[in-house]
C-alpha cells in the first residue's frame, strides 16, 4: 500500500472517531444553555407584573366553568339554556400562550372541579394541505387527542384550546363537531387579538350565535417595555449578575426597540449573543444591538408604530384587513380582499400596496396565480395592540376570502 495512502486511511479512521459539537454562545458566555429554549412563567413567580395577569387568567377559566354549570342546570329545569363558552385574547408574542399554560397547569391542582380540564394546541393539530386548511382531518385530530384524554374515569370538566387562531376558518363546523362529540362541554378558547377580531367578523356573516354562546371576552394585555426588560434581566442573570455579552444599559436598549414583543426582544438577545461570541466581543454595545435590530426588521417597528397610531386613513385600513389574515397558516389579502372591503379601484389598492411594500411592512406570496400580501412576523404585536384596537372601535365588519378544504 502506497504510504500516503496508508496515512490517509489512518486519519480517516481516525477522524470517524471524534466527534465534535459547536459550542453555543450562550454557554461560552457562562449560562448552562440557552435561556430562552424553555420559556416558562415559573420563573417570574416573583414578579409583580405577573400576578394580576396569572389572577385574571385563573378568574376567567373559573367563570367561564361556572357559566356552564348554570346554563346546564337551567337547560335541565327548564328545557332551555346554552353552553357558554370562554374567549381570552391578547397580543401576539406577547407571552399569553405561556401564560394561559401555566394557569391550567396550576388549576389542574388547586381546583377540585376544574381538575379533568383538557389543555390543547391547536396549532400542534392542524394540519394544512396543497395551500388549504384540511378541516375534517384537523377536526378528527383534535377529536382523538380529547377522546385519549385519561382522567381516571371522570368526564372532562372544561377545554382550553391554545393557538386558538388555527380555527378561525372553520370555527362554526369546528364547534358543531365538537358538541356532537363531546356534549355539554364548555371550552375556553385563547386567540390572539387579530385571530379573535378576525373571528367575529366572519361570523357575523354566518347563523351562529357568536354572542350569546361565550361569557363576554377578556383581553390579556401586552408586555410593557419595563416589563420585557425584567424578563431578560432575570433570563440572562446568574447569581444575580447580569452575564456577559449583556448589561442593563443594552438589555434597556434591547426592550426598547421590541415593541411589546416578547419574542422579538428574544431575538435580538439570540443574535448578539452569536454576534459577540463569533467575533471575539466580550461586551455587547449599542451600535451592535442596531445593526441586529436592523438585520433582522425590527427597526420597522418604530415608523410602524407611529404610522397605526397617529394616522386612521386608507393604509391604516389596508393593514388592518392584513393583520386580521396574517395568522395561522393564512397567505394574507389580496387586491379583491381590499376592493370588495374599501370600494376602491384594483388600481387605487395596487398603489397602496406598493408603498406599504416599499416600507418593507408587507411580505408578498403568490397563491394559484394570485397575489397575496401578509403583515411581517416581527410587527404582529403592534398591530394587534394599537391597529386592531383602533379597527374595532370603527364598529365595521368586513368579511375576507377563506382557504379551506372541506374533505
Known amino acids: 500500500m502506497d504510504k500516503f495512502e496508508r496515512l490517509a486511511r489512518e486519519a480517516i479512521k481516525e477522524s470517524d472517531s471524534i466527534s465534535y459539537t459547536p459550542q453555543n ?14 420559556i416558562t412563567l415559573v420563573d417570574l413567580e416573583s414578579e409583580s407584573f405577573i400576578e394580576p395577569r396569572f389572577k385574571q387568567v385563573i378568574r376567567y377559566i373559573n367563570k367561564v366553568h361556572n357559566s356552564f354549570t348554570q346554563s346546564l342546570e337551567k337547560k335541565q329545569i327548564n328545557g332551555e339554556g346554552i353552553i357558554m363558552d370562554g374567549v381570552l385574547f391578547g397580543s401576539s408574542q406577547s407571552g399569553i400562550s405561556t401564560l394561559v399554560s401555566l394557569a391550567h397547569r396550576y388549576i389542574i391542582k388547586t381546583s377540585k372541579k376544574l381538575q379533568n380540564t383538557a389543555f390543547i394546541d391547536a396549532k400542534e393539530l392542524v394540519e394544512f394541505a396543497d395551500q388549504q386548511y384540511s378541516i375534517a382531518k ?31 376558518e372553520f370555527f362554526e363546523d369546528f364547534r358543531y363537531a365538537m358538541e356532537r362529540d363531546f356534549q355539554n362541554k364548555s371550552i375556553v378558547f385563547v386567540f390572539s387579538h387579530s385571530g379573535w377580531t378576525r373571528l367575529k367578523n366572519s361570523l357575523a356573516y354566518s347563523n351562529y350565535d357568536l354572542i350569546n354562546h ?27 449578575q447580569i452575564q456577559q455579552p449583556f448589561s442593563i444599559e443594552i438589555l434597556t436598549d434591547i426592550a426598547n426597540n421590541a415593541s411589546g414583543s416578547l419574542l422579538n426582544a428574544i431575538k435580538i438577545c439570540s443574535r448578539v449573543c452569536e454576534d459577540c461570541y463569533y ?43 392584513i393583520s386580521m389574515k396574517s395568522i395561522a397558516y393564512d397567505h394574507g389579502i389580496t387586491y379583491d380582499d381590499i376592493v370588495n372591503n374599501l370600494g376602491i379601484q384594483k388600481t387605487s389598492a395596487s398603489h397602496h400596496l406598493k408603498q406599504l411594500q416599499e ?36 364598529e365595521t365588519h368586513v368579511m375576507l376570502e377563506n382557504i379551506i378544504d372541506l374533505i
Open 138 to 168: 384537523s377536526i378528527q385530530n383534535i377529536r382523538n387527542i380529547l377522546g385519549e384524554s385519561d382522567f381516571g374515569g371522570e368526564s372532562l370538566s372544561l377545554i382550553i384550546i391554545d393557538h386558538a387562531d388555527y380555527l378561525v
Open 25 to 38: 454562545p450562550f454557554v461560552s458566555f457562562g449560562f448552562k444553555a440557552n435561556p430562552f429554549l424553555d
Open 279 to 321: 467575533n471575539g466581543i466580550d461586551i455587547a454595545s449599542k451600535s451592535l444591538v442596531n445593526d441586529v435590530v436592523s438585520f433582522l426588521g425590527i427597526n420597522l417597528n418604530k415608523n410602524f408604530y407611529d404610522l397605526v397610531t397617529l394616522n386612521d386613513n386608507t393604509q391604516t385600513f389596508i393593514l388592518a384587513l
Open 359 to 394: 416600507k418593507r411592512y408587507l411580505l408578498k406570496k403568490t397563491v394559484s396565480r394570485k397575489a397575496h400580501y401578509r403583515l411581517r412576523e416581527e410587527l404582529k404585536t403592534a398591530a394587534d395592540t394599537h391597529l386592531i384596537t383602533r379597527f374595532e372601535q370603527k
Open 214 to 240: 361565550i361569557v363576554p371576552s377578556e383581553r390579556i394585555n401586552s408586555l410593557t417595555e419595563e416589563e420585557i426588560l425584567e424578563i431578560l434581566v432575570l433570563k440572562l442573570s446568574k447569581n444575580k
